[in-house]
């Protein structure tokens, strides 16, 4: 049974940091890209970064340029998000998700699997 658990949310004030991890179960995962997206209250749900499944490449959505950093290590099979700068924007529920795929990165319009996901909440 294939699981993708993310953790890390939580509360911080603007200009704060937060680490998001996204441990794999079930699945190589070396074999998946790896991306986030993140679904505000009444917005469409959006991918915020992606990553090849060797690290070799990596891909962000223009607000997230800068002050996110996505990562992986495959041996531990968990995914990062590393967020800065946090705004009140940035507020949402961020979920990870996989595909298999070896090309190169970017926000895929379809994934294989999806973690639950953990909220963010950045204040003002």
């Known amino acids: 049974q294939v699981q993708l658990v993310e953790s890390g949310g939580g509360l911080v004030q603007a200009g704060g940091s937060l680490r998001l991890s996204c441990v794999a179960s079930?699945?190589?995962?070396?074999?998946?890209?790896l991306a986030w997206f993140r679904q505000a209250p009444g917005k469409e749900r959006e991918c915020v970064a992606a990553?090849?499944?060797?690290?070799?490449?990596?891909y962000y959505r223009d607000s997230a340029k800068g002050r996110f950093t996505i990562s992986r290590d495959n041996p531990k099979n968990t995914g990062y998000l590393q967020m800065n700068s946090l705004k009140p924007e940035d507020t949402a529920v961020y979920s990870c998700?996989?595909?298999?795929?070896?090309?190169?990165?970017?926000?895929?319009?379809?994934?294989?699997?999806w973690g639950q996901g953990t909220q963010v909440a950045v204040s003002s």
């Open positions: 998700a996989v595909r298999r795929t070896l090309l190169y990165a970017t926000c895929w319009s379809s994934y294989d699997y």
């Open positions: 990553i090849k499944w060797d690290d070799s490449s990596t």
């Open positions: 079930g699945l190589t995962f070396s074999n998946y890209a």
